[in-house]
């Protein structure tokens, strides 16, 4: 079964690159939100949805992107970002879209983003500098390595 990660990362490409560490494990195809077309879904079993962290929640371009979507048939889903402070609890606004339009989400990562923007660029030159890190992407090539195993413990292949 293939793949699609679906990644919105316009601050410092912090998700972008922890989606291909994600889509190198998963043989996954990574697009960002302007170059999908709903019957991509077709071809696709397992989708990942991930962006920077906007105001506590994902970014305002892949919210609205799965808030378009169809209702899906209990397809599988996973989240991701990068933020400030990484918490799942900021995937909420994503994940109940996803829930709504009958995806099951089986799993989600979050980890540490630079950011640099308005005031924190005063402060040391911006917080979580050198982030995410190689420790980071090891910890999304694992998530990602469960993530499969999933897949394949559920009969996917
Ligand atoms: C306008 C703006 C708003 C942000 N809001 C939050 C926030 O609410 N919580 C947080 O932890 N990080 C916040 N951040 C930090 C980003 O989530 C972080 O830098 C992230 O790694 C950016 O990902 P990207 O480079 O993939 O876009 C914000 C950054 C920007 C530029």
Do not use: W
């Amino acid at each position: 079964m293939k793949t699609l990660i679906i990644c919105a990362s316009y601050h410092h490409k912090n998700t972008m690159n922890i989606g291909k560490k994600m889509a190198e494990v998963l043989d996954a195809t990574i697009i960002e939100p302007k170059d999908f077309h709903e019957d991509m879904l077709n071809r696709y079993g397992l989708i990942g949805f991930g962006s920077g962290i906007y105001n506590g929640k994902h970014h305002k371009s892949i919210l609205a992107l799965a808030n378009q979507m169809k209702e899906q048939q209990h397809k599988h889903a996973f989240v991701f970002s990068t933020s400030t402070i990484p918490a799942k609890t900021m995937h909420k606004a994503m994940n109940d879209i996803l829930t709504e339009k009958g995806f099951k989400i089986i799993g989600q990562f979050s980890c540490k983003g630079f950011m640099n923007y308005s005031f924190s660029k005063y402060i040391f030159g911006g917080l979580n500098k050198g982030r995410p890190n190689k420790r980071d992407y090891i910890d999304a090539m694992n998530f990602a390595k469960k993530i499969k195993a999933y897949q394949s413990d559920n009969g996917e292949k």
